[in-house]
């Protein structure tokens, strides 16, 4: 695992320690003395990790921290802080600027080592998102930093895996209000809950007494319902093995008995942004997929994604011996309907279009804008017949009604053309019931228009 790691101490010697304890384990490091050389170089090398030191003349680490999460194009930068002080109050401090965790002067190796491959690991998920997605701007999810109010104030709801009594008491007292908590002291349990709510976080003490904390943890990391599920575990001091396992585990997070409410409430609502940020990044993605195979206007799947899938269908009916049939539909002098109304009352006619014939069809037909005033329509298990029987009921449907756009200012009858294309041998293509219908298609509108063809001449 290799990164590139920006390390931030106004002492040289602290600077050239920690550089040399990562640069051992290949990792890249870039080094800066104070909080402005570091915004430069972030700015300019875009690092994996940022090692910050807190106690810096001028600008200290929680200031620089909070330029850097309050910058739309770092605030995804991982950011451990790095300080001689060990009292709750600076911790939260920092949690609440926007660090991700901290390490304590003298710095541990196993420590330093455990969060910084748990960051990256979490850092490689992020930048795998952002480079899948749109751009920032498209996304929305640039006109507010996600490390803002916005995303951590709203309630979540945690689920609780811890079977001591007073331990269970603190944390709901810490968490609740606002925030729901699902307890359970049964690791079984848990596990069922969790694949079965939406969580926002997990919360799991080490020291159950019947089962291995990280086992749950290993557990729930390895479920499809649940790995995104950021996880934060209740540790006792002395147990840095354990946390350094849970960490390579994929614990996103920790806290030490004894347990500090504000501390407690600081972390979780860290973990909150978080993974409401990663969130969005991953509807961001699939609204871009969906853009990608459906059809803007009618919201109907494009010919891309038509294309794709009749040679799916098509496979599977071949190998079942099952029959499949192709539509072609064409709306009827379409062109003068733009020609005389103007194009936004053809696109309202193509949405009517859509919806009319949407409602014409069963469950596993496939609906699709083909192009233009073309729509497409793949049949499983259907033979010539009975599509025969249901493209002229949709044709009726088209025609016997008028579309009314405007509210009634604009009312056009219109009418359907149709072309089905069927299997016919064990050796057609998917492109040749595509021809049929095409052929068909074309038939029908020599023919007068306003008619379905299923064998074309």
Not at 154 to 172: Q, S, W, Y
Not at 409 to 416: A, R
Request: charged share 30%.
């Amino acid at each position: 695992m290799s990164a590139r790691i920006l390390v931030v101490d106004d002492i040289p010697t602290n600077a050239i320690l920690l550089e040399a304890r990562l640069t051992a384990e290949y990792f890249e490091v870039l080094t800066a003395a104070n909080g402005p050389e570091a915004l430069e170089a972030i700015e300019k090398s875009k690092p994996d990790i940022v090692l910050l030191d807190v106690m810096m003349p001028g600008m200290d680490g929680f200031e620089v921290c909070r330029h850097i999460k309050s910058n739309p194009l770092t605030q995804h930068i991982p950011v451990i802080m790095v300080t001689a002080l060990d009292q709750s109050e600076d911790r939260i401090k920092g949690l609440e600027a926007g660090a991700d965790d901290f390490l304590t002067k003298p710095v541990n190796d196993i420590a330093l080592l455990a969060r910084v491959k748990s960051l990256v690991r979490l850092k490689t998920i992020t930048d795998e998102l952002r480079l899948r997605s749109v751009t920032g701007e498209e996304m929305g999810i640039l006109e507010n930093s996600p490390w803002d109010s916005n995303l951590s104030a709203i309630p979540g709801r945690i689920l609780l895996v811890e079977d001591n009594i007073a331990d269970a008491r603190l944390v709901c007292a810490a968490l609740s209000p606002p925030h729901e908590i699902i307890q359970e002291s049964n690791p079984v349990e848990a596990i069922m809950k969790a694949a079965e709510v939406s969580l926002d976080l997990i919360i799991v003490s080490l020291n159950l007494e019947a089962f291995d904390g990280l086992r749950l943890c290993s557990q729930l990391k390895s479920l499809e319902r649940t790995r995104q599920i950021p996880i934060l575990i209740i540790i006792s001091p002395g147990e840095d093995g354990r946390l350094v396992r849970g960490l390579d585990l994929g614990v996103n997070d920790y806290i030490m008995r004894p347990i500090d409410e504000n501390e407690l409430f600081a972390r979780a609502r860290t973990q909150f942004r978080r993974k409401r940020y990663t969130d969005k990044l991953r509807q961001a993605l699939q609204d871009t997929i969906e853009r990608a195979v459906r059809d803007g206007l009618t919201g109907l799947h494009n010919r891309r994604y038509m294309e794709t899938h009749m040679k799916t269908l098509f496979e599977s009916a071949m190998n079942r011996g099952k029959d499949l049939s192709f539509l072609m539909m064409d709306i009827d002098l379409f062109k003068a309907v733009n020609d005389t109304h103007g194009h936004d009352v053809g696109d309202k006619v193509l949405i009517e279009f859509a919806q009319r014939a949407s409602k014409g069809i069963r469950s596993n037909d496939l609906l699709c804008r083909y192009g233009g005033e073309e729509f497409a329509l793949i049949m499983p298990d259907t033979g010539k017949d009975v599509a025969f029987q249901i493209a002229d009921r949709m044709r009726s449907a088209m025609a016997d009604a008028p579309f009314v756009i405007d509210d009634g200012k604009i009312v056009l009858n219109i009418t359907m053309s149709v072309g089905i294309g069927s299997i016919e041998s064990p050796m057609d293509k998917p492109e040749d019931i595509m021809k049929r219908a095409d052929k068909a298609l074309y038939q029908a509108k020599r023919e007068g228009r306003n008619r379905v063809i299923a064998n074309a001449a």
